[in-house]
């Protein structure tokens, strides 16, 4: 039961690279969402969807892009990375919109770019 | 938009002391959640609140839904080292298409051995 799998774990990119992020669930949830964290900031949703074929902004989307053609997994893209990008990037995923059980979260991706 | 306010910030406690935490809201909120966050993991949640007024328990831990739905607060009874972590409170509203938690920006809980 492998829940929320984030691809990579870690990454280091130069200014104006592109990456893309994956995250796989595989507890069949409708909704996923990207996080990203920073010291002393919490957790900000960057995107977010709510089923297939779908996506939306969140709080803080801009130098982002997301896709989600299957189900299970929600991409996300970095076209050209900033510093100021530099974060820890958790996706989440949940049954609902106002599931029961909350969010479940994958454990991060560590992205630096310098 | 709607923010929390989870204070204290950072805690540092001996061992087997008692701790509360609290987060704070403008808005109301339909379900009020607890998650603990290790370090280079992702947040787990510890204990979900549905109802204003509602005190839930999950081991040593004690979470309580404000009356007026913009409040909670999450006691850990005589902490121990693996209680070592950030603590977020969320607020989540149902309805509409987003159903997005409003995370608080924690609380870094240290213990002394």
């Known amino acids: 039961n492998a829940g929320v799998t984030q691809t990579p774990k870690f990454r280091v990119l130069k200014t104006g690279q592109s990456m893309t992020l994956l995250c796989a669930q595989d507890?069949?949830?409708?909704?996923m969402y990207w996080y990203r964290q920073d010291p002393g900031m919490g957790l900000r949703l960057i995107h977010y969807?709510?089923?297939?074929?779908?996506?939306a902004k969140g709080e803080v989307p801009d130098g982002y892009n997301v896709s989600r053609l299957k189900k299970q997994n929600f991409l996300l893209g970095l076209e050209s990375a900033a510093p100021s990008q530099t974060s820890v990037y958790f996706c989440?995923?949940?049954?609902?919109?106002?599931?029961?059980?909350?969010?479940?979260f994958g454990s991060g991706t560590r992205l630096t770019v310098v | 938009g709607q923010q929390l306010n989870q204070s204290p910030q950072s805690m540092f406690i001996q061992e087997g002391e008692d701790v509360s935490m609290n987060c704070t809201s403008s808005?109301?909120?339909?379900?009020w959640l607890w998650y603990k966050q290790d370090p280079g993991e992702g947040p787990v949640l510890l204990i979900a609140?549905?109802?204003?007024?509602e005190l839930t328990s999950n081991g040593r831990l004690t979470a309580q839904f404000g009356i007026t739905r913009k409040d909670s607060f999450l006691n850990i009874s005589a902490s121990i080292p693996s209680d070592v972590g950030i603590y977020f409170c969320?607020?989540?509203?149902?309805?509409?298409?987003?159903?997005?938690?409003?995370f608080g920006k924690g609380t870094k809980l240290s213990v002394k051995p």
């Open positions: 989440a995923s949940s049954y609902s919109a106002g599931s029961t059980y909350g969010y479940t």
């Open positions: 507890m069949n949830h409708e909704y």
């Open positions: 969807s709510v089923g297939e074929g779908t996506t």
């Open positions: 808005s109301i909120f339909n379900t």
């Open positions: 609140l549905y109802k204003a007024g």
């Open positions: 969320a607020g989540l509203n149902y309805g509409g298409s987003q159903g997005n938690l409003i």
